[in-house]
């Protein structure tokens, strides 16, 4: 039997009006702020990704899924979706059609990593970037935008951790004065993070290593090393989440695993998912667009991790079920009108109705369990003796109200129906 690849699941349609009640809640969000929505190909130059990312990520080194096509270019399955919309937003010279674009997506993203609780190979993100501003206020949006919509998803153990990580000049002086503080304890730091001591030695700090963190637990932080100009602009992103009552912790020690990120950065997390507990995390970018290409443009976005929210939602029972449910199911009594039913059941979806019929001829009994498996809100009785007057009955399944209507008139059953 062939079965779904490691780290792939399917989404079922029992877990669809989940997936739907978060993505209603994305869209929404999204609107409420004025960002537009954005769709780009799944797969793009190899390239792009090394630039953007770094070389000497973990994603680009160790878990992208690339692989050379039948015209010899290098092309990878993306990886994180920033990359792809700052390359959308270039090639499309959006920046001429007006100053700022604020935008959003929900999509897959594929990364060769070992599957866990909440992390797949394929998974989706939705995330927002703004394109064209470098504002502070813009910086604090992205944090409340996210957060607005983990929150409407009923989740309540959240944390919100933000830092800044500076203008290039100010990170540059930084890293020397932390390499000064690792360099005589280098034998002592893990293999990896004596590697990313040449490589990117900010990532030391996401080590998991207990030797490393005990190390770095007493390390210079970056905050303690801003120049004015990322103070006040931390300042003022401090200032917005204040005034809007998002609870957040300032840690120094938090640095994003992308090379592109400068100044503000931060994460969402959960206690509700285990290890995995970065829900959201995003951050400003004023020179990705310049690396790839484009015109000096500064920005600012975030992602968060779709299959995360809704494990944390799962654990915390965050969430009513959310059950499907039609309009209307029409029971069938009589074989020999089944076409006439079906027949009646498009002239109800063709006025906007959500109908289902039976297909294999079952009994009255039968097709009432579908009707309620369906959490149908009326059942017709298509047959027997009303059929024989022209007419059909509509039971109401909320109230037991039972009505018998001719079917000349159309404009009665629709108004009942409506209600």
């Known amino acids: 039997m062939i079965k779904a690849i490691k780290g792939t699941k399917d989404i079922l349609p029992s877990d669809m009006p989940l997936w739907h009640f978060l993505e209603e809640n994305v869209r929404n969000t999204m609107r409420e702020f004025n960002y537009s929505e954005i769709r780009t190909p799944v797969f793009e130059e190899t390239r792009l990704f090394a630039r953007s990312i770094?070389?000497?990520?973990?994603?680009?080194?160790?878990?992208?899924?690339?692989?050379?096509?039948?015209?010899?270019n290098s092309v990878t399955l993306r990886p994180e979706m920033t990359a792809s919309v700052v390359r959308a937003y270039i090639e499309n010279s959006l920046d001429r059609l007006q100053p700022l674009h604020k935008l959003f997506y929900i999509a897959p993203m594929f990364r060769q990593e070992r599957p866990q609780a909440g992390r797949l190979r394929q998974f989706h993100q939705f995330g927002a970037e703004a394109l064209g501003s470098s504002s502070p206020l813009l910086d604090a949006e992205m944090i409340i935008l996210g957060y607005n919509i983990i929150k409407s998803m009923g989740l309540t153990d959240l944390a919100v951790k933000i830092n800044s990580l500076g203008i290039p000049s100010s990170r540059e002086n930084y890293k020397n004065i932390l390499k000064d503080y690792l360099s005589p304890k280098l034998k002592e730091l893990s293999e990896e993070s004596q590697k990313r001591f040449e490589t990117n030695i900010l990532r030391i700090f996401d080590s998991k290593n207990e030797k490393d963190a005990e190390i770095m637990n007493d390390a210079p932080v970056l905050l303690d090393h801003l120049d004015d100009e990322s103070l006040e602009s931390f300042e003022q992103v401090k200032t917005v989440l204040d005034a809007s009552g998002i609870p957040y912790q300032i840690d120094p020690k938090l640095v994003r695993g992308l090379d592109y990120y400068t100044n503000t950065t931060f994460e969402i997390l959960s206690g509700s998912v285990g290890s995995q507990s970065a829900l959201c995390g995003g951050g400003r970018y004023d020179l990705l667009a310049e690396q790839l290409g484009g015109k000096a443009s500064p920005g600012v976005g975030f992602a968060a991790g779709m299959e995360r929210i809704l494990l944390a939602c799962q654990n915390e029972n965050s969430i009513p079920d959310q059950k499907p449910e039609i309009d209307v199911y029409i029971a069938n009594f009589d074989k020999s009108k089944i076409s006439e039913a079906y027949n009646f059941a498009n002239k109800l979806r063709g006025n906007g109705f959500s109908v289902e019929s039976d297909y294999l001829s079952r009994s009255i009994k039968a097709q009432l369990r579908e009707a309620n498996k369906n959490n149908a809100r009326f059942v017709v009785f298509y047959g027997g003796e009303e059929l024989a007057e022209n007419k059909i009955?509509?039971?109401?399944?909320?109230?037991?109200?039972q009505a018998n209507i001719s079917l000349d008139s159309m404009d009665s059953i629709i108004e009942k129906i409506r209600g």
């Open 393 to 401: 009955q509509l039971k109401n399944m909320t109230d037991g109200e």
């Open 54 to 72: 770094g070389e000497s990520t973990d994603i680009v080194g160790k878990e992208m899924y690339t692989f050379t096509d039948k015209s010899e």
